[in-house]
């Protein structure tokens, strides 16, 4: 198994997929192994990525050979500094770029295409030149009107359904593609994904290592689902618009009824007894700051319009849930009288990741570990949510139930009390991104426990992948969630944990 390098700074993410793109073009890669990882360009452009991301600059190689790693990851800053350069109008640095590129042998013409792939993915996304980021709002009239129907998907679950949940699988490799084996032996009614399609949800992307993964799966499995899907940060970093393709196109649904219309959606069950509801974090959780500060300082000037609202130099604290999708959730959720489960892609709390900020003052609600934007958001409905399932965190982590960061005031069950504490939060963002035992994935940096003895395994120093199989069974009784792992890329289901969803 080989590490999938990916990043949550959206444009080195952009960099990572025009590499990837023309390495795939130049050697055949075989799109059915997934996103390539293994070439002089890709080494070099994260090599680059992390001396950048550290707030260096690399050193001008002894070599001008660019199949040497030494020069790739020089070649990589060059080109990324000579189109950021060319964004922003400096003549001289794009002049003092282009003349150290003409120096390399054996290189330019596949780091010019790059450099093309670079530019078109960068300005796919409409922030950059003062637009505004494809969203499908219930209250536009383009779209919904005003309706609380919209988003509302026509079908129904059957009151039993089997249902495969899945996460961050965008990757195409072997390993997701034994993951998605290992479900649809389960025969689901539907599968869930919490999002996140790799490096940077380009329509090549989409179309090889999410739709192709998924159609050679349901072909060897003789079964084919229906799919809805989240965007998670990384389907953002191109706008989002291969992602709303990838809807409209009916190709993730078997009949039409069965069509998601938006970035969030509403499942229901034949007999109302359940209520499923995915919500859009990747449209104010894509351009956090993320490390953006020492970036600026090893490029200089990296973006070419400071004053838009989707700026990554001005990023929210915290991911969130845009209002109008909000008051969208809370209609649902007061209205409906079953259960509800929620699915959203980034994490509501994390004991590895910071995901809040931290306490300014005694008796401040704010942790680092936990988002406290999206509990106050959707805590005043905890009573009716029998979980909250997500990804971005590529991990399996079945938090203690009922989970109450130290120091916050005693539960209650006022009405529109905002600190309502969480039946069962769950992260199931394992589903295909190789983590290896030097990350610690299971550090607990922040004091957020997981239920002992729910720790995937590994294979060879490489954390094992997988996804849950939750099965519901009526109204008034519980639901019934499984959570497995798959050894390597051998898709036999090994399950960690079961329990019951009330």
Known sequence: MQPIVNYENADLARLKSAAASVVSKMTDHDPSQGVPVAHPMLEGVDAYAHKALAGKAPEIPTTRNASDSEAAEYLAYL???????????NKKIESQMQTQLDNFTFGNPAWQQMFD???????????HSGGKLDYRSWRDPKYGGGSYDYGCVSWQLPSNATIALIGDIGTGTDVAAAVLASALSFKPDVILHVGDVYYSGTEQEFDTYFLGLLNVAFTAAGHRPPVYTLPGNHEYFCGAFPYFRCLDEGRLVTHP?????????????????????????????HYLKVAGDKLDEALGVLHVNPSDAYDPQNPPLMVYVRP???????HHLSQFSGRTL?????????????VGVPSDYEGDINRPGVNTALWQAFGPYFDKVAAWFWGHEHNLCIFEDNFRPIGWPPNNSEPDNPLKTLAKGRC????????????????????????????????????????????????????????????????APLKIYSEDIR
């Open 79 to 89: 080109t990324h500094h000579k189109a950021h350069a060319i964004f922003c109008g």
């Open 117 to 127: 792939e670079y530019v078109k993915y960068f300005w796919s996304y409409p922030g």
């Open 257 to 285: 009824s069965q069509q998601q219309q938006a970035s969030y959606f509403r499942l229901t069950t034949e007999d109302g007894a359940w209520q499923i509801l995915g919500m859009d974090t990747g449209y104010h959780g």
């Open 324 to 330: 109008d999708e909000m008051d969208w959730h809370r």
């Open 342 to 354: 929620l699915f959203g892609h980034h994490q509501l709390y994390s004991g590895r990741f910071a």
């Open 428 to 491: 199931i963002g394992h589903s295909a991104i190789p983590v290896q035992q030097k990350e610690t994935p299971y550090e607990e940096v922040y004091p957020v426990p997981i239920i002992p003895g729910t720790h995937l395994q590994m294979v060879e120093q490489w954390y094992n992948r997988g996804f849950e199989i939750l099965k519901l069974k009526g109204a008034g009784q519980p639901a019934h969630c499984s959570y497995y792992q798959i050894a390597g890329a051998d898709p």
